[in-house]
């Protein structure tokens, strides 16, 4: 309906249209209070003016008058609160059974890895009508992930991972924006987004020759750095056992309980003697400067697949989703 | 017979001493307005001047006018300038200096000495910044953010990191110095009451100015650590936290819009008051909402943050807050919209500019409620859509407020009054230009077109067309009064104390005032804003020679 209009960015995620909606809503509101304003500012202005109204009356105001304008205003606003809060809870929950992409931005250009393996660089090949959820972190400094025609943003921020979803609905190419001010060339760390035929998107990543998955990089990664020799399957490791670790609650030793998600695994292994496993001693070494955002993106990606029920497959092959999106 | 009579020129505080050293070590209230109406109109032209060359670059989608890194020094220095150098001190440096101790009744503020200092710390600071500016500049953003700012930049961010530090103490220094007044040094008979609602906004100010201007001074002192002593306080690579940086910085800096929003809305109660010729709509609630303003704008901060990693529900808790803070201004443009009604309106300048404000502060206001909205927020933060929000509330609104106010006691401050159809003139221009620069950015923001950008994709190119075009018209608007406003002070009609028929203590003594404002104490017997028995106030209250 808006596509017409040059206005409006595409429609091009399962949220954009919501957004858009929202957005007309607040248009029509506020457009009728400005002009409530303007025109009575026009007609008081005109009607009391001092040719046609010599003497002012002093009117002190109006209690009644005053609540009015306080409350509707007020009352106005909790919709466009409430209304605004359920857009972002869905912008800020992934559905089950997304797939998911690394994506890390840096002085001035975005590297995007696919759980395949498929490599991009300021390119982001996505199958339309399939969830994807992005992971983000930086190298260097805050960048921001923007793709307006999804109505999506989020920081990309160092040491640490951000992350957003959308569902794409129109196949097509889409700006993909640098939305936090990061030195020189912030408006050359320009991408494209392509949403392409699920079919299309299949072919894209068999002919894309990744060799191996993120997962199965992380693996070997995990073995070269020496990881296993501690985190072992057995009861005998100096670390705790990793399979089953991801997306579960962790008790600490110091008697907090964390959710081990992307950032807790990213944290131990750069910062691990921020959160100690109860049971166990703080003897782990930092990696923070050995290991880049990649390696990192492969090693949480290994540990994360050591909590799902199929292996990821290894080699060329790309992976078969485990699940379709809701 | 012919005797010779000698006239004695009448003592006003202009011609109380010409000697450079009797304006240099001056402790009069009244001096002290006008050389920081004299820096901060510097500041003003050299801050346009930086939006100039940006608004210049912008017409073609390449940059080709300058290089990436000048153009990021451009947007920053511009930001900086307008925001710390020229907005903060505006209308209370000038305007409240000038005005507060003639509205309570008073020979001069609480501290004249802390006054002036106030003055040369705003200078020390302006110095190291535009000495930073001319070695090179600084290309963080006027908002630092780490670690770019701390880390990677190569440019003077230390330099003008002390000359904003320097600054915040002249704006403490005057919140400080308005407190003490209000409350010590009102007239008798002068209760809370009666206090023209100029003086309950730059109350409010002041508060802000006091609470928040120290966190400022020690996030950019730690910016400066870290940026010379590596100490890792926002750099992750260190340890740091680059999220704790932003939340450090818009604490200060979210209630610092209001720091630039409440003077101004001071300046339009008083002006809509006399230009209606009758007391306000609702004064209790006007004076209310400036300080309901003030507490609630530091409780708001992190809605600068919703993309930048902050927890779901912290988001939630901001956006709630935020649309909390919006109502006490809703409840001030309702207010002063009725007080026109069964006035007897008068469309002199300042009245003009009145207008203008209530119209695009509510514009600018509206938009604000749009950032607020989480949903819509993630599409439009860090967008053309937040630059032209925050360019309608501080230019559409303070910027305009400031001329109001300049304009309405431009006759009290030199005696002169200005040739009015060349004002009105201005007025307009400033508001065509100004709507025809920054409306258009609030849909270039929603096509998508980010903030900072150099270059851009090509379908963003003529609205930035538009936008460069309003900005050239408003340009002339705003040098058409530095034109005039000259030319008065030789050639401008006389004032006399009370021009525009206003009520108000500074409207009861010469035009010029001298120097000790008032010939005797005013007692003061009639509530604020009293139309209704003005003429009868000229009988009540001693009026200088």
């Known amino acids: ?326 | 017979m012919a005797t010779a009579v000698q006239t004695v020129e009448r003592e006003t505080y202009l011609n109380n001493g010409y000697s450079l050293q009797s304006w240099l070590l001056t402790r009069d209230h009244k001096r002290i307005a006008i050389l920081y109406l004299i820096s901060i109109t510097a500041m003003f032209f050299v801050g346009g001047f930086f939006a100039m060359l940006i608004r210049l670059e912008l017409l073609t989608p390449a940059g080709d006018l300058v290089t990436s890194d000048t153009y990021n020094k451009l947007f920053t220095m511009h930001g900086i300038v307008m925001v710390f150098f020229f907005l903060i001190p505006s209308v209370p440096a000038v305007l409240g200096n000038f005005c507060i101790p003639l509205m309570v009744g008073a020979k001069d503020l609480a501290f004249p000495r802390i006054n002036l200092l106030s003055w040369y710390l705003y200078i020390i600071g302006a110095i190291f910044a535009l000495v930073s500016m001319t070695l090179g500049g600084v290309d963080t953003g006027w908002t630092f953010y780490t670690p770019f700012s701390t880390h990677y930049s190569n440019t003077h961010v230390v330099g003008v990191a002390l000359g904003i530090f320097i600054a915040g103490f002249s704006s403490i220094l005057t919140g400080l110095n308005f407190i003490v007044t209000i409350h010590r040094m009102r007239a008798p008979g002068l209760t809370w009451t009666r206090l023209p609602l100029f003086c309950w906004s730059h109350y409010a100010t002041s508060i802000i100015m006091i609470l928040g201007t120290p966190v400022i001074a020690i996030t950019l002192l730690l910016v400066a650590l870290e940026r010379l002593l590596h100490i890792g306080v926002f750099n992750p690579a260190l340890g740091g936290d680059p999220v704790l940086f932003q939340h450090l910085f818009w604490f200060y800096s979210h209630p610092a819009v209001y720091i630039m929003i409440l003077p101004g809305m001071g300046v339009i109660s008083e002006v809509v008051t006399c230009f209606s010729h009758k007391r306000v709509f609702g004064y209790e609630f006007v004076a209310l909402a400036s300080i309901a303003i003030a507490v609630l704008g530091f409780l708001v901060w992190a809605h600068h943050m919703f993309v930048a990693g902050i927890s779901v529900y912290a988001a939630l808790v901001f956006s709630l807050l935020s649309y909390f803070v919006a109502i006490p201004s809703a409840v001030k443009v309702f207010n002063w919209t009725a007080t026109l009604y069964k006035g007897s309106v008068r469309y002199d300048t300042p009245m003009l500019y009145a207008f203008g404000f209530i119209g695009l502060f509510t514009m600018g206001g509206l938009t604000g409620v749009f950032l607020a909205s989480l949903g819509i927020d993630v599409h439009v933060t860090d967008t053309y859509f937040v630059v032209a929000h925050f360019h309608y509330v501080m230019v559409g609104g303070m910027v305009m407020a400031y001329m109001a106010g300049l304009h309405f006691w431009w006759p009290k401050m030199t005696g002169k009054l200005y040739p009015e159809g060349w004002a009105k003139l201005s007025a307009l221009l400033v508001f065509v230009g100004f709507n025809l620069t920054f409306f258009p950015q609030f849909v270039l923001g929603y096509m998508g077109m980010p903030r900072r950008y150099h270059a851009y994709p090509p379908e963003f190119q003529v609205l930035n067309v538009m936008s460069t075009a309003g900005a050239s018209v408003l340009a002339v608007g705003y040098v058409l009064p530095m034109i005039y406003f000259v030319w008065s002070m030789r050639y401008g009609e006389d004032a006399g104390p009370n021009p525009w028929n206003a009520v108000g203590l500074e409207w009861m003594t010469p035009s010029p005032p001298p120097t000790y404002n008032f010939e005797e104490t005013p007692i003061v017997t009639w509530e604020a804003y009293d139309y209704e028995h003005l003429p009868e106030h000229d009988e009540e209250v001693a009026v200088g020679h």
């Open chain 1, 1 to 326: 309906m808006w596509k017409n209009l040059p206005l409006f960015p595409d429609q091009a995620s399962s949220i954009a249209i919501q957004v858009d909606g929202l957005y007309a809503f607040l248009i029509a509101v506020s457009a009728f209070f400005t002009l409530l304003i303007f025109a009575l500012i026009f007609v008081f202005a005109v009607k009391f003016r001092k040719a046609a109204h010599p003497k002012a009356e002093q009117i002190e105001g109006s209690l009644p008058l005053e609540l009015t304008w306080t409350l509707i205003p007020l009352g106005i606003s909790m919709i466009f609160f409430a209304w605004g809060a359920l857009i972002y809870f869905q912008q800020a929950r992934p559905p089950r059974g997304a797939m998911e992409v690394y994506g890390v931005g840096k002085q001035w250009m975005w590297k995007f890895e696919h759980e395949t393996g498929q490599r991009e660089i300021n390119s982001l090949h996505v199958p339309l009508g399939r969830d994807v959820r992005v992971i983000l972190s930086s190298q260097d400094v805050i960048h921001s992930f923007y793709v307006p025609a999804f109505r999506v943003k989020t920081d990309a921020l160092p040491g640490r991972y951000t992350s957003t979803w959308f569902r794409p609905t129109k196949v097509g190419t889409y700006h993909l924006f640098c939305a936090e001010y990061c030195g020189t060339e912030h408006s050359g760390m320009i991408g494209e987004v392509v949403v392409m035929e699920p079919v299309a998107y299949q072919a894209w990543l068999a002919a894309g020759g990744a060799s191996a998955s993120l997962a199965s990089n992380g693996k070997e990664l995990f073995t070269q750095l020496g990881c296993a020799t501690c985190h072992r399957t057995d009861t005998q490791g100096r670390g705790p056992n990793l399979v089953g670790v991801y997306g579960k609650p962790v008790q600490l030793n110091d008697g907090r309980t964390v959710m081990a998600d992307e950032n807790y695994i990213r944290e131990s292994i750069t910062n691990p003697q921020a959160k100690i496993v109860a049971g166990f001693q703080p003897i782990m070494p930092t990696f923070q400067g050995q290991v880049t955002e990649e390696s990192l993106g492969a090693l949480v990606s290994y540990v994360k697949s050591l909590s799902q029920p199929q292996q990821k497959a290894e080699g060329g092959a790309p992976a078969v989703a485990t699940s379709t999106s809701n």
